[in-house]
Nanobody
Framework: QVQLVESGGGLVQAGGSLRLSCAAS????????MDWYRQAAGKQRELVAS???????NYLDSLKGRFTISRDNAKNTVYLQMNSLKPEDTAVYYC????????WGQGTQVTVSA
């Protein structure tokens, strides 16, 4: 079992920044991938960014340059730095761990006001 605990969401004005964290605990093995997804109201969940345990990253094209994913393998924690936030970034952000099995965090709300 792997447990994921997200933090760092909240309310921010457009143009502001937030940093999300997701701490993983439990039976964590390599290789693995940790992702951030988001789901806006009435929309499908979409992949925001992913990072392998070796540091290879992938981003949703439309977010490149504004969002940065990183991880600290010693702490089993993945981060999502979000800059120049826009109202359309408003969503629940979920952390996902992909190893031998898939685990999801509970989600953290990000609200960007105009």
């Amino acid at each position: 079992q792997v447990q994921l605990v997200e933090s760092g969401g909240g309310l921010v004005q457009a143009g502001g920044s937030l940093r999300l964290s997701c701490a993983a605990s439990g039976k964590i093995f390599s290789p693995n991938v940790m992702d951030w997804y988001r789901q806006a109201a009435g929309k499908q969940r979409e992949l925001v960014a992913s990072i392998t345990n070796s540091g290879i990253t992938n981003y949703l094209d439309s977010l490149k340059g504004r969002f940065t994913i990183s991880r600290d393998n010693a702490k089993n924690t993945v981060y999502l730095q979000m800059n120049s936030l826009k109202p359309e970034d408003t969503a629940v952000y979920y952390c996902r761990y992909l190893g031998q099995r898939i685990y999801w965090g509970q989600g953290t709300q990000v609200t960007v006001s105009a």
